[in-house]
């Protein structure tokens, strides 16, 4: 059987996944440098080691269909020399939120391909994602680092839905756990979006960058209230983690087009977070609330491309 040419969504997918596993492998590798504690460590070690193969068995695929070779990340743009930034609670919490990204991103792109050779290589990696994920939740936990969601009092029998009022704008009802769950979940993407805008901030030597780090910052932070208040509303406890898992060190570690690239992806992937979370939302309050804040991240977003 003669070979299927490659299609437009393949390449596009994979000139993403290629981009993007680039660039973890970077962020992975100065955590190698820095990491303290050893089962982290290990952990990091397995996640550079799925990006660089990722990045390895796509440039192979890209040489074989005569395809150009996306210029991604490499060394030049980390300094592996640098201080220390991250504390090694933060690495976990950040391979929690990239692996997340990860399963749902190779997943995504599998259901997109036709050719197999290209099928079972987004197969394998979505699988190796997943193992990883689990790894990463055992060590949080067995470390105390994972942040619980809130635990809430179910009632006894099933009730059904009998009027439009348990969607309306005006509903003071508390809260599903479906809700619940997405409001949870975002309020922890946009912890670590706070320490990842601050710690960038704290780095760079470049003032633009700098101010639109903070920016970025200020965003989440807002963001945080906001969902966070809306679960206090029910009179539910928001289980927080910490967002002070980084040093006091200035020295630039990361380069400023690695991290605007960064911050970029982060903001669709928030996007797309707050755009699943509006339509599993049945409070009207609450998809609004997602949609006015998934504009202002938009917004934010077009200033990498003005920068």
Known sequence: MDKININSNEIGT???QYIQNSLYVQILKYFLETVDDEQTKNLVQNSINLSDQIVKDLTK?????????????????????????FLDPFMVQFLEH???????AHGS??????????????TNTTKESIKLYNQCIDLALEKGLLVRPPSVQVQPEV??????????LFSNRPLNTVE??????NIKTNTVGIMITMSSAQTTDNQVVKEYMLRGMKISEKHVKTFRKIIEKSYIDVPMGSNSYITNSTEKVFSDKLIMHFMAVLSAAGQGNYATASTASMRSDITLTYQRLSAEIAMYAKMVQIL
């Open 14 to 16: 994979m000139w993403t």
């Open 61 to 85: 695929l890209f040489k074989d269909d005569n395809i150009p070779i996306p210029k991604g990340f490499n060394g030049q743009d980390v300094n592996l020399n640098a201080d220390k930034l």
């Open 98 to 104: 990239t692996l997340k990204a990860g399963m749902l």
């Open 109 to 122: 792109t599998l259901m997109t391909c036709v050719r197999k050779d290209i099928r079972d290589l987004f």
């Open 159 to 168: 009730e059904f839905v009998k009027s439009q009022k348990y969607m309306s």
């Open 180 to 185: 619940l769950t997405h409001l949870f979940e």
